[in-house]
């Protein structure tokens, strides 16, 4: 299977997650490592049907300040935030 930067949302190093397509179980794990896989600088978009708080929680813990947590949108059925490695 080949890599395509193709799933790169801009030049800003934007790359998307939408937690929809995992499942539930596997979530939490994909999301970490995802976000372990980030350069400082770089962002990951995510898109969920909920408001994750306890998710947000755990990063806080994991992370700290080598994170941050931006809310691009945050409505009922639907929530986007961006995670930039410091």
Known sequence: ???????????DML?????R???KRFRHAAIF????????????????DHDPLPL?????DRYG???NIAYVQREP???M???TRR
């Open 1 to 11: 299977m080949s890599h395509s930067c193709a799933n790169i949302i801009s030049a």
């Open 81 to 83: 935030i961006d995670f």
């Open 33 to 48: 490592g995802a976000l372990d896989s980030l350069h400082p600088g770089e962002t990951m978009r995510f898109v969920n």
């Open 15 to 19: 790359y998307p997650f939408d937690a």
């Open 56 to 60: 947000l929680a755990q990063l806080q």
């Open 65 to 67: 300040d080598g994170i």
């Open 21 to 23: 397509g995992v499942a």
């Open 77 to 79: 059925g639907g929530i």
